[in-house]
């Protein structure tokens, strides 16, 4: 056998080279891509609620006996906008205008086989149509865009466009959201992180650790198709392509790239379904915190807040959860 693989993080830099043997022979024994699983997440995610079962199972008995595996998702660091306490519901959206986005991660082991890992949290955040995270709504998304008070919503400053949800038997979240928006200098994205071991209280997710950090990614002819459309068109200037992005790496699925399928071919206002399957290390702690660069998730606009989440930031409430 070949020497083992050097996984890598979003900026080059090299990661932690000790690999247990379980995981190599998990890695170096997968031929197929990330985005062949994808595919195959995709699949499972979208079916019928009496098919997802038998479906997720054959695909995790496939993926063991042939030995066929995603890589392990390489972490980046959570970003400026992160906020403690988001709420474990299915819609995030919280009155927000913008394009229907339905979500569907598959959370899988990719140190054994990729199996399914059934209650694993997934949170998510990401800006709204206009760039403006909750929390964070006085930070400038570059380029022109109305004040984030204007678009009209009733949504909770601290909490729209962020929340939990746990996974089920076969390592499947879904979440109701909206196409994110974009801000100077980041491309469209969403923010995300996989945690185990903790549970649901009061409303949110508590305890366990953070296995995974990392971003979900757009193709960018989709984006700009989307970004012509209301609200998102009131924002205007310089939209950063995926190429000329600080933190996605080209990678395609292993690097976040979400699978995208329009609701309507000719009517892209009705909206998408995306999909990804994230193969994690279960055993592994994320920190989020890294060495500088991309991996920072991006610089923060000009005015933007350092990160320090707001005094009466995002806490359960039983109006905001559904």
């Known amino acids: 056998?070949?020497?083992?693989?050097?996984?890598?993080?979003?900026?080059?830099?090299?990661?932690?080279?000790s690999i247990t043997r379980r995981r190599a022979?998990?890695?170096?024994?997968?031929?197929?891509?990330?985005?062949g699983l994808a595919v195959a997440g995709y699949q499972s995610a979208f079916a019928d609620d009496a098919t997802a079962t038998a479906q997720a199972t054959?695909?995790?008995?496939?993926?063991?006996?042939?030995s066929e595996c995603m890589i392990l998702m390489s972490s980046v660091t959570?970003?400026?906008?992160?906020?403690?306490?988001?709420?474990?519901?299915?819609?995030?959206?919280?009155?927000?205008?913008?394009?229907?986005?339905?979500?569907?991660?598959?959370?899988?082991?990719?140190?054994?086989g990729c199996t399914p890992v059934p209650g694993a949290a997934v949170e998510i955040w990401h800006c709204d149509a206009w760039g403006y995270y909750s929390g964070y709504t006085t930070a400038n998304p570059g380029g022109s865009a109305p004040a984030e008070s204007e678009d009209g919503s009733t949504a909770d400053d601290n909490t729209y466009l962020r929340g939990y949800q746990i996974a089920n038997a076969n390592g499947v979240v879904k979440f109701e959201t909206i196409f994110p928006g974009w801000y100077t200098p980041r491309t469209c994205h969403i923010h995300l992180k996989v945690h185990t071991g903790g549970e649901k209280e009061?409303?949110?997710?508590?305890?366990?650790?953070?296995?995974?950090?990392?971003?979900?990614?757009?193709?960018?002819?989709?984006?700009?198709?989307?970004?012509?459309?209301?609200?998102?068109?009131?924002h205007s200037g310089t939209y950063t392509e995926l190429a000329d992005d600080m933190v996605y790496d080209g990678g395609g699925a292993s690097s976040g790239l979400l699978t995208l399928k329009a609701v309507h071919k000719s009517d892209p206002s009705k909206g998408y379904k995306g999909s990804l399957t994230l193969g994690v290390d279960p055993?592994?702690?994320?920190?989020?915190a890294g060495s500088g660069g991309g991996g920072e998730g991006g610089t923060p606009p000009s005015d933007a807040p350092t990160g320090t989440p707001p005094s009466d930031s995002a806490s359960p409430s039983a109006s905001a959860s559904s």
């Open 78 to 112: 959570e970003g400026p906008y992160y906020l403690d306490g988001a709420l474990v519901r299915k819609d995030i959206t919280e009155g927000k205008s913008g394009v229907p986005l339905t979500l569907r991660l598959t959370v899988v082991d990719a140190t054994d």
């Open 25 to 35: 022979l998990a890695v170096t024994g997968g031929t197929v891509a990330a985005g």
């Open 202 to 234: 009061d409303g949110t997710y508590e305890g366990g650790k953070v296995n995974y950090t990392g971003q979900l990614f757009f193709a960018d002819d989709i984006a700009e198709e989307i970004f012509t459309l209301e609200p998102y068109a009131k």
């Open 283 to 288: 055993d592994a702690e994320n920190t989020g």
């Open 58 to 66: 054959a695909t995790a008995s496939e993926s063991s006996s042939s």
């Open 1 to 17: 056998m070949g020497a083992l693989p050097t996984f890598m993080d979003m900026t080059g830099n090299h990661k932690d080279t």
